[in-house]
């Protein structure tokens, strides 16, 4: 079956813009999360959905926001971009929610670079 | 708060040289996974670990779960090229949260 489709793969935007990035998890799987990645961070985690409603938040400003849809898709926005927002943003869905027991399979991730 | 750090940071090896990494937890953690990235690429999961003690092995890798729960390695028998990348733990806490935190990583390089 597909896997997690982000996109786009590659964004450009000027400081001060808004973004919003798009995922679409494995089919069947209710559950999705977002990690920010960058090279002196490592992986951070945004937030996680599962059926709707968001059911963890990672430590990040109320800037970086997501909603999930009915179908599962989701989308985190990131209002008045800063430098500091440039990094590669993973989604990741899995079965069950918070990963309980399952593994969480990845996307390709967007790049996303602020100038 | 609640931390997973991972060591070293990176690691270079000779091929057919062992490499192990360590992931240690701040808190009691209920499960925890392991994840390769690949150069360029996005986390791959590897395995999960539930019980206290407990060994698993995928061919050349070893993955143990501390008595305690809140550490865990993974040991690389006879590098190859093909094990280069970055390797990831991410932990379950008991409590507190439902989110599993993402160790700091291992960069492994390999050298032919």
């Known amino acids: 079956k597909a896997g997690v489709t982000q996109t786009p793969r590659y964004l450009i935007k000027t400081r001060g813009q808004q973004v919003t990035l798009s995922c679409s998890p494995i089919s069947g799987h209710r559950s999705v999360s977002w990690y920010q990645q960058t090279p002196g961070q490592g992986l951070q985690f945004l937030f996680e959905?599962?059926?709707?409603?968001?059911?963890n938040k990672g430590n990040f400003p109320g800037r970086f926001s997501g909603r999930q849809f009915s179908n599962s898709r989701s989308e985190m926005n990131v209002s008045t971009l800063e430098l500091g927002d440039s990094a590669l943003y993973l989604c990741?869905?899995?079965?069950?929610?918070?990963?309980?027991?399952?593994?969480?399979?990845f996307g390709q991730g967007t790049r996303l670079t602020v100038v | 708060g609640q931390q997973v750090m991972q060591i070293p940071q990176y690691q270079h090896v000779q091929e057919g040289e062992d490499f192990t990494t360590y992931c240690n937890s701040s808190t009691t953690l209920s499960n925890i996974q392991w994840y390769k990235q690949r150069p360029g690429g996005h986390p791959v999961f590897l395995i999960q670990?539930?019980?206290?003690?407990e060994v698993k092995k995928q061919k050349r890798l070893t993955f143990q779960f501390g008595e305690a729960k809140k550490n865990s390695s993974l040991h690389i028998t006879a590098t190859q090229t093909t094990d280069v990348g970055t390797y990831f733990c991410?932990?379950?806490?008991?409590?507190?949260?439902?989110?599993?935190?993402f160790g700091t990583g291992t960069r492994l390089k390999v050298l032919a």
């Open positions: 959905y599962f059926s709707e409603t968001q059911r």
């Open positions: 990741a869905s899995s079965f069950l929610a918070g990963q309980d027991y399952g593994e969480a399979f």
């Open positions: 991410a932990g379950k806490p008991t409590s507190g949260t439902y989110k599993y935190i």
């Open positions: 670990l539930v019980k206290s003690g």
